[in-house]
């Protein structure tokens, strides 16, 4: 599956952001679908990953009620709803795909995750 990432761009802190994972190929509805982001020096860490009913989510726990995973089978697209944005949440931010059963201790970890998109630029100003 081929996926690509959309939606980032400059914000003021406490402002909000709304990402795109648009993707194609093998069938969308089969994978869990995650987003990871990656700021200068650090390493890539999770954010949070729906699966492949929409039905469960899972967040890193300094997003949670500020961020929404959500996805949209018909139209191959995951959702990532980013609200009181913080200078913290600076980073590239990539969704990837994982086509295995959903496993909590799995979810976060970035070698299990099969397709990667490019990755979108999230700056968030103080």
């Known amino acids: 599956v081929q996926l690509q990432a959309s939606g980032g761009g400059p914000v003021q802190a406490g402002g909000s952001l709304r990402l795109s994972c648009a993707a194609s190929?093998?069938?969308?509805?089969?994978?869990?679908i995650a987003w990871f982001r990656q700021a200068p020096g650090k390493e890539r860490e999770f954010v949070a990953a729906?699966?492949?009913?929409?039905?469960?989510?899972f967040y890193l726990d300094s997003v949670k009620g500020r961020f929404t995973i959500s996805r949209d089978n018909a139209k191959n697209t995951v959702y990532l709803q980013m609200n009181s944005l913080k200078p913290d949440d600076t980073a590239v931010y990539y969704c990837?795909?994982?086509?295995?059963?959903?496993?909590?201790?799995?979810?976060?970890?970035?070698?299990?995750?099969?397709?990667w998109g490019q990755g979108t630029q999230v700056t968030v100003s103080s």
């Open positions: 990837a795909a994982d086509g295995a059963a959903w496993v909590t201790g799995r979810l976060i970890n970035p070698v299990y995750y099969d397709y």
């Open positions: 190929g093998r069938t969308f509805s089969d994978y869990t």
């Open positions: 729906i699966d492949w009913t929409g039905g469960r989510t």
